[in-house]
């Protein structure tokens, strides 16, 4: 699942403030939010809500512990960060704890008066009752968060932020190497008595998996296409699902493609949509990686034969892509190459 999680980082701030920069950048490359609020006082009532607030909202505590204590609380005898720490612990918020090591080197921001000094070493006390890391460098600090993260994160146990997802699906968005690229879609089109026409449109697979599809494209340009759509895909063992969205009518379409053994470049399925004139339809549609010249490499015949033949097991009762149907678009028939 693509989750994004909301990470808070606590600290004193004066003498960590490389340390913070180095933490903040290993998250934002693991695609997270880091979050702090080492700007605002928890002794003020206004900001302490607004605190209280955004660690409720985060799915992972980070404490870092220096040498120094901070400024402390005088009604409570605690520093600001221990206050915060002590309100993530009682909301359930995973908590991970990195403490400066004794023999570590660090430059002196001045001496902490000794109620402050108590305060700090019951605070380092208390953290060390629970599982806790030490550091030695900002470096290495930034690494044990990112793995420790890395290793919570499997754990799937926290709410963390979606992406936009319109569609409702859950699963991966990343698709495989073999299915980004460009394509060209064809289908026919017959309205009663009419002529059968052939509808050629393009597709874009990126690889985080959205799709954008130009349909019925005219004069060979994107831009002059009937209809446009942007969705995503997903991919379930032998079936490529595409989940698309109109982008002029927000009319919903969806694309149901079987994938062959092999990377063969083509992919046969069904489109099922709405008609212009607001029916549902569902057509037989086939697929072809940019590369494969439709007028000189596939075999027209065939194809047209494939998506515009009756169903034969299931009579008129459903439009499926039967196994014969399926076995001759990924035979050796459908391309003509020399």
């Given at each position: ?14 003498d ?7 933490v903040?950048?290993a ?11 080492e ?17 409720d ?5 980070i ?7 901070g400024?402390?609380?005088?009604k409570e ?32 921001y ?70 980004v690229g460009d ?18 449109s ?13 349909n ?19 991919i ?14 927000n ?8 994938r062959p ?42 194809l047209k ?18 196994e014969?149907?399926?076995?001759l678009f ?9």
């Amino acid at each position: 699942m693509d989750k994004r999680y909301q990470i808070f980082i606590s600290s004193t701030y004066k003498d960590l403030i490389e340390e913070r920069q180095k933490v903040t950048q290993a998250i934002l490359k693991l695609y997270h939010f880091p979050i702090g609020m080492e700007m605002f006082h928890a002794d003020n009532n206004e900001q302490w809500c607004q605190i209280k607030n955004t660690i409720d909202m985060s799915d992972y505590y980070i404490l870092i512990l220096g040498r120094y204590c901070g400024t402390l609380i005088e009604k409570e005898g605690i520093s600001y960060t221990e206050k915060e720490y002590d309100y993530a612990i009682s909301r359930g918020i995973p908590v991970l704890s990195f403490i400066i090591s004794d023999d570590a080197k660090k430059e002196s921001y001045g001496i902490e008066t000794n109620k402050q000094q108590r305060a700090y070493k019951k605070f380092v006390k208390k953290v060390m009752e629970l599982p806790c890391e030490f550091w030695h460098t900002s470096d290495e600090l930034a690494y044990q968060v990112t793995s420790t993260l890395s290793m919570k994160f499997r754990e799937n146990n926290r709410n963390g932020w979606m992406p936009n997802n319109p569609y409702g699906i859950i699963g991966s968005y990343k698709v495989d190497d073999v299915i980004v690229g460009d394509y060209i879609i064809v289908y026919f089109s017959e309205l009663k008595g009419g002529k059968k026409h052939l509808i050629i449109s393009k597709m874009n697979i990126s690889p985080n998996g959205t799709v954008v599809l130009y349909n019925n494209i005219r004069n060979g340009k994107n831009e002059d296409a009937e209809y446009s759509y942007h969705g995503i895909c997903k991919i379930e063992e032998n079936i490529i699902y595409i989940y698309l969205n109109n982008d002029f009518s927000n009319e919903k379409a969806t694309i149901y493609f079987m994938r062959p053994v092999g990377d063969l470049g083509r992919y046969i399925g069904l489109f099922l949509a709405l008609s212009s004139n607001l029916v549902p339809i569902c057509i037989k549609i086939a697929c072809f990686r940019e590369g494969i010249d439709l007028d000189s490499e596939v075999n027209k015949d065939l194809l047209k034969n494939i998506l515009m033949s009756n169903n034969v097991n299931w009579e008129n009762n459903m439009l499926i892509v039967e196994e014969h149907q399926k076995h001759l678009f990924y035979s050796d028939e459908m391309i003509m190459r020399s």
